[in-house]
């Protein structure tokens, strides 16, 4: 805990600095909007700092206290990796059944701070259910089981489980914010100053140097699972990585997947490959084409004509992984273009990282199923997160076949801090 509040007040004064130093090298006053920022990240700093002051005042106390230490005093000063495997879901699920007996231990601590995300978030939880912090959301989970229908009374070696969708963007450098409170307003520039040759005493130009700012709100995402009860109640091996690993990767696979190819439309996040601004490289016209060594480097370059800098890579899928292993840098040499693992690779000098959460199902002319690739600063490509967790457990409405609903409930939102850092392809022809 006490490392997320410090790291939630170091990014606030550091977006706080970015607004005010931004003003002083433009020689300028702050604006409205800017002000409004800066004493928002100021009164969030006031707040991290006020919990600091509380907790470090509490372990004092606990250091001069004869009390012996009890597992709620342990966990308040634990590393997150600690809590996260304390924590557990199948407890946390038991005690809010029907006949439970209510939380206790970490998991009622992890719901009581869970409450205060999202009181802090702005975001209203519902009054029933398992609130759980964001933390939970990184895990590490272990092997997963299913149903539970092969494991009473059994000892497991290994249980088969559903294969997901392998996730990229907590690996290839994409900006996660986490913890974020109300709506988040970003300010952009939009146009460059520019520079004119005069004579001695002639006026120069102005510069008409403009602002535009994009918001990112809350949104609301709900992942349905199903567990059976008597998998709950009777298995002889831990479930705990199964039901941890699916309701967590669930989640995760859909917020890539959104934060990638996301529509915008009514709830739903614009995604990066729909975002407005994007260049993007054809494959080949009418119907698309094969990617080729060439067409990557046209996408790097893309990128590099527009400045842009960072942590730059490719995300691609399976589809155009495979096309890119048959693909020859130049018939003499031999060499394949995509010569790596098979997850991640290098690809003429960057990293490549795949996805399965990268679109296969475009079309463009008579094109169908055709693949995406993009290519750009992903440190630009911003990922925001209100509150933690809600679990709302749902044990009625599947009674007759013996499972349990789960319902997990996250807040998430997708922003593109600069079209000009990515360059995107989306007519790749993998067959």
Known sequence: MKKQLQEAKDLAFKNATAIVELAKTENRSMTEDEMAEVRAFHTEIDSTTAQLEVIAKQEQFRAASSLPVTHAMQTQSKEEVDIRQEYSFKKAILATMPNGMGLSGVEKEMHEEALIEARSAGIEMSAGGIHIPEIMLRANAVAPDTAGGHTVNTTIVAVDAMYRNYTALERNGTTFLRNLQGNIKFSRQDALAYSTWKPEVADSDEA?????????????????????????????????????????????????????????????????????????????????????????????????????????????????????????????????????????????????????????????GGGTNLSAAVFGNFNDLIIGQWGGLSLITDPYSKAVAGQINLVLNSFWDVHVKRTASFSKAIDIITG
């Open 208 to 364: 008409a140097i403009t602002f535009d700012g994009t918001v990112m709100t809350p949104k609301r995402l709900a992942v349905h699972n199903y567990i059976s009860m008597q998998l709950l109640a009777q298995s002889s091996i831990d479930i705990e990585s199964f039901i941890r690993m699916d309701l967590i990767r669930s989640t995760m696979e859909e917020v890539e997947r959104v934060a990638l190819n996301g529509s915008g439309t009514g709830d739903i996040p614009l995604g990066l490959l729909n975002a407005a601004g994007i260049p993007t490289i054809s494959m080949g016209d009418p119907d698309g084409g094969a990617v080729t060594y060439d067409k990557l480097v046209d996408m790097e370059s893309e990128v590099a004509n527009n400045n842009a800098q960072g942590n730059m890579n490719f995300l691609v899928n399976s589809r155009t992984r495979g096309g890119l292993r048959k693909d020859r840098i130049d018939p003499g040499s031999g060499k394949i273009t995509w010569a790596g693992s098979n997850l991640d690779s290098t690809l003429i000098g960057y990293d490549a990282y795949v996805s399965n959460n990268v679109p296969s199902d475009l079309t463009k």
